[in-house]
């Protein structure tokens, strides 16, 4: 294992702690990462190229071999967090930005650390990443859309420019990432032995700049409702995620994986969208979502996988052998 590699892995292990630092360094000294703040959309657009080299034909295969749960998976994600980020913003009474903001962040899609998630609680990781590739594909359309329903009356919502930036932030370099992967996996195998520290790296610089440009609003009196708010909105969406699974009679692993694919959002799209299109403070529920949802997410994996005796292979084997 060479060093960059050992980095990675470093970096994955520590990453919330890390997030959680980095964003305290720069509440307290914003020109760390001020000059960032108009650099997000490339920021990202590299993390999204990492997960287009990360995926292959196979993938998209199990889409078309096995699309009931993908499909459902995905429609539970995109009609549960943007509605109820919807409802906590009626239940609290949020108003402008910080309304946009929240339900922005649940308009987006699912969040990039899920499937790692979805590992670690020993879930469906193949159906986590296939929902996750395709609720990210389909973001163009949905996240403007569900911006034009539920925000609407907050705020004129520049739907055709959301629908253009989301398909050069993110499909772009999801596909390139796709073709590259497709006709030279060999000559990028270095390259992709970099990725998760390059893509770490690329997501802590986003939240870096996120917070240096707001950190004048982070805790304000308008702003104190948005910590729990941002909570709830995450773990209503980790309760719906697995009852919805257990209604259309998932098995446990594929439970596991649409509860993280429901409940954890891509808040790097958020923020970078809310800096480009709305006012910054209109970025801050999705900074506060991807620090917390990196705390959640790491508790209730660990809580599954110390509760899970059999792993994936196991259960889809003892499925197998009882039809």
């Given at each position: 294992m060479n060093k960059v590699e050992r980095a990675g892995n470093w970096m994955s292990k520590w990453f919330t702690l890390l997030v959680i630092v980095w964003a305290f360094c720069n509440y307290l000294v914003p020109s760390l990462s001020m000059w960032l703040t108009t650099k997000t959309p490339y920021l990202l657009g590299i993390v999204l190229f990492g997960m287009g080299l990360t995926l292959t034909k196979d993938d998209f295969k199990r889409i078309v071999k096995r699309p009931i749960p993908v499909l459902l998976g995905t429609v539970a994600h995109y009609v549960i967090m943007p509605f109820v980020a919807w409802l906590l913003c009626q239940i609290f009474d949020l108003k402008g930005a910080v309304a946009v903001g929240v339900i922005l962040v649940g308009s987006c899609p699912s969040g990039t650390s899920s499937g790692v998630m979805a590992y670690l609680a020993r879930g469906d990781v193949a159906l986590d990443v296939s929902i996750e590739a395709l609720s990210t594909l389909l973001a163009?359309?949905?996240?403007?859309?569900?911006?034009?329903?539920?925000?609407?009356?907050?705020?004129?919502?520049?739907?055709?420019?959301?629908?253009?930036?989301?398909?050069?932030?993110?499909?772009?370099?999801?596909?390139?990432?796709?073709?590259?992967?497709?006709?030279?996996?060999?000559?990028?195998?270095?390259?992709?032995?970099?990725?998760?520290?390059?893509?770490?790296?690329?997501?802590?610089?986003?939240?870096?700049?996120?917070?240096?440009?707001?950190?004048?609003?982070?805790?304000?009196?308008?702003?104190?409702?948005?910590?729990?708010?941002?909570?709830?909105?995450?773990?209503?969406?980790?309760?719906?995620?697995?009852?919805?699974?257990?209604?259309?009679?998932?098995?446990?692993?594929?439970?596991?994986?649409?509860?993280?694919?429901?409940?954890?959002?891509?808040?790097?799209?958020?923020?970078?969208?809310?800096?480009?299109?709305?006012?910054?403070?209109?970025?801050?529920?999705?900074?506060?979502?991807?620090?917390?949802?990196?705390?959640?997410?790491?508790?209730?994996?660990?809580?599954?996988?110390?509760?899970?005796?059999?792993?994936?292979?196991?259960?889809?084997?003892?499925?197998?052998?009882?039809?």
């Open positions: 163009p359309i949905m996240l403007p859309l569900m911006l034009q329903v539920y925000a609407g009356k907050y705020v004129a919502v520049p739907a055709y420019s959301l629908f253009l930036s989301t398909l050069e932030i993110v499909v772009v370099p999801i596909i390139l990432g796709v073709l590259i992967n497709t006709f030279f996996s060999k000559q990028i195998m270095p390259v992709k032995e970099a990725l998760p520290l390059i893509s770490q790296v690329a997501i802590l610089a986003i939240l870096g700049a996120v917070f240096a440009a707001n950190h004048a609003n982070l805790f304000t009196s308008q702003t104190a409702l948005i910590i729990p708010v941002v909570m709830l909105h995450n773990l209503t969406g980790y309760a719906l995620g697995y009852l919805f699974g257990k209604l259309i009679h998932l098995e446990q692993p594929q439970r596991k994986a649409i509860t993280f694919e429901v409940g954890m959002q891509d808040s790097s799209l958020g923020a970078t969208l809310a800096m480009k299109y709305f006012l910054p403070m209109a970025a801050i529920p999705s900074t506060i979502f991807s620090i917390w949802h990196n705390v959640s997410g790491s508790v209730l994996s660990s809580w599954w996988r110390q509760h899970t005796t059999e792993t994936v292979e196991e259960m889809k084997a003892n499925a197998k052998a009882n039809n």
